[in-house]
């Protein structure tokens, strides 16, 4: 199961995390993923989307 939205379609973004010596290393950004149901179907949804959703009803 891949870590993108199924409402927007956002992924995982790629940046760097700094050591105290200023050293990079690659790392990932996961989105904030969560479970609804949607006319009667479980989809992972980012909270971005879920709090639009939950605005616009």
């Known amino acids: 199961m891949s ?3 199924e409402v ?3 992924g995982t973004r790629s940046s760097q995390s700094r050591s105290h010596s200023n050293i ?3 790392r990932k ?3 904030n ?3 609804a149901t949607i006319d ?3 989809v ?3 909270t971005k ?3 639009t959703r939950n605005k616009t009803k």
């Open 3 to 5: 870590r993108t939205c």
């Open 40 to 42: 009667d179907k479980k």
């Open 49 to 51: 989307c879920l709090k």
């Open 29 to 31: 950004q996961y989105l």
């Open 44 to 46: 992972r949804i980012c």
């Open 33 to 35: 993923l969560q479970t």
């Open 24 to 26: 990079a290393t690659k």
């Open 8 to 10: 927007c379609g956002r």
